[in-house]
């Protein structure tokens, strides 16, 4: 059995010692715990250890997960995969916030189908332009972004993005660091970026919400 409690404070430790080293705040960075393919247990035992925040890939199975854990009232459900239209009733049911808002079609079906509070968006950016993986160019952000700010019932809070898994964590800082140049050129103030593989890297270029999976939950089943 993995032992979630543990996990979580030894991604703290290390959170805390690259905040140390960026001579930063700690509480300027958020842990997002990617529970994906996990079973809600686990996301339980996250939650009993005192997580809130959890990003899930797939529209159905955050719906599922949200309807199983339904006694934790003061859960927030972060959506962090591409989604289809006919699948943003969930998210936009159910999320706190959305970190891979790729298109503008999707940000107005999302502000549409949403009621309460705004949600929270984090425009995605394909920064290595790779043809496999969603996102935003650079160049369209000028045009995009007004677009989907405008929108009543979502906020763009910031950008998101995944760059390409290199052999090294380090091939990731390039990409943090252009991510980070394009919100403040464009006065976003929060970055969603880093995984198990670089979330350290992350947090030395700004990261103010790290995306982690498996250091918490243990490899994925399948
Ligand atoms: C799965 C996933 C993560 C977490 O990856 P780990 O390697 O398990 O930490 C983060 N971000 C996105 C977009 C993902 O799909």
Redesign the pocket.
């Known amino acids: 059995m993995i032992d979630v409690s543990a996990n979580l404070k030894a991604v703290e430790q290390r959170i805390a010692a690259a905040c140390q080293r960026a001579n930063r705040a700690r509480n300027s960075v958020q842990l997002l715990a990617?529970s994906?393919l996990h079973p809600a247990a686990s996301i339980r035992a996250a939650y009993q250890s005192g997580q809130r925040d959890f990003?899930e890939?797939y529209a159905q199975e955050l719906r599922d997960k949200a309807g199983q854990l339904a006694d934790l009232t003061d859960i927030r459900w972060h959506a962090?995969?591409p989604l289809q239209l006919n699948k943003a009733k969930y998210v936009a049911k159910l999320a706190y916030a959305f970190h891979a808002l790729d298109r503008t079609e999707l940000a107005e079906e999302l502000s549409k189908r949403r009621a309460g509070p705004v949600l929270r968006c984090y425009l995605e950016l394909n920064l290595a332009g790779e043809s496999t993986k969603s996102g935003v160019a650079i160049s369209e952000l000028d045009a995009t972004l007004p677009r989907i700010s405008a929108l009543p019932h979502l906020k763009v809070a910031g950008l998101m993005c995944?760059p390409p898994l290199g052999m090294d964590p380090e091939s990731s800082r390039p990409f943090f660091r252009s991510l980070r140049e394009a919100a403040q050129k464009h006065g976003l103030s929060e970055l969603s970026m880093g995984?198990?593989?670089d979330f350290e890297v992350a947090i030395e270029e700004g990261a103010t919400i790290i995306?982690?999976?498996?250091?918490i939950f243990g490899e994925r089943p399948g």
């Open positions: 990617v994906k990003g890939n962090i995969g995944l995984t198990t593989h995306r982690v999976g498996s250091a």
